[in-house]
Nanobody, 127 residues
Framework: QVQLAESGGGLVQAGGSLRLSCAAS????????MGWFRQAPGKERDFVAS??????????NYATSAKGRFTISRDNAKNTMYLQMTRLKPEDTAVYYC??????????????????WGQGTQVTVSS
C-alpha cells in the first residue's frame, strides 16, 4: 500500500492561491490513479480532482466547484502529485486529502474507491 503525505496548506485571503503537494512512497507511484478530496467541518468528504491513466492517455477530472480554478498534476520522477488552487474562496476552506490506488471499477470521484489516504492538510480562506 502506498504511503501519502500532504503539505502546502495554510491560511490565505480570498482571491489568493495555494499549491498543495502529495508525496508518495514506493517505486510504483506512476501506476496509481490519484485524487484530491476535501472535507469541511460537519460535512462529507467531497471529490475535488483526479488524475488517472498512464503514458499518453491521462484523464483529468474536476468537481464543478474546482473547474477553472484548480489544476491537478503529478511528477512521477518526484513521486509527487500537486493541486494548484487559484482564486480561492472562503467556501474552499476544508481539510484537503490526497488519495491513491483506485479499486478496480471504482469511480474516481468516490472516496470509497481509493485504498490509500494521506493525513490531510488544512486550507483556510479568509474573506
Amino acid at each position: 500500500q502506498v504511503q501519502l503525505a500532504e503539505s502546502g496548506g495554510g491560511l490565505v485571503q480570498a482571491g489568493g492561491s495555494l499549491r498543495l503537494s502529495c508525496a508518495a512512497s514506493g517505486r510504483t507511484f506512476s501506476s496509481y490513479d490519484m485524487g484530491w478530496f476535501r472535507q469541511a467541518p460537519g460535512k462529507e468528504r467531497d471529490f475535488v480532482a483526479s488524475i488517472t491513466g498512464r503514458g499518453n492517455v491521462i484523464d483529468y477530472n474536476y468537481a464543478t466547484s474546482a473547474k477553472g480554478r484548480f489544476t491537478i498534476s503529478r511528477d512521477n520522477a518526484k513521486n509527487t502529485m500537486y493541486l494548484q488552487m487559484t482564486r480561492l474562496k472562503p467556501e474552499d476552506t476544508a481539510v484537503y486529502y490526497c488519495a491513491a490506488d483506485v479499486r478496480s471499477g471504482g469511480p474516481y470521484y468516490a472516496p470509497l474507491s481509493y485504498n490509500s489516504w494521506g493525513q490531510g492538510t488544512q486550507v483556510t480562506v479568509s474573506s
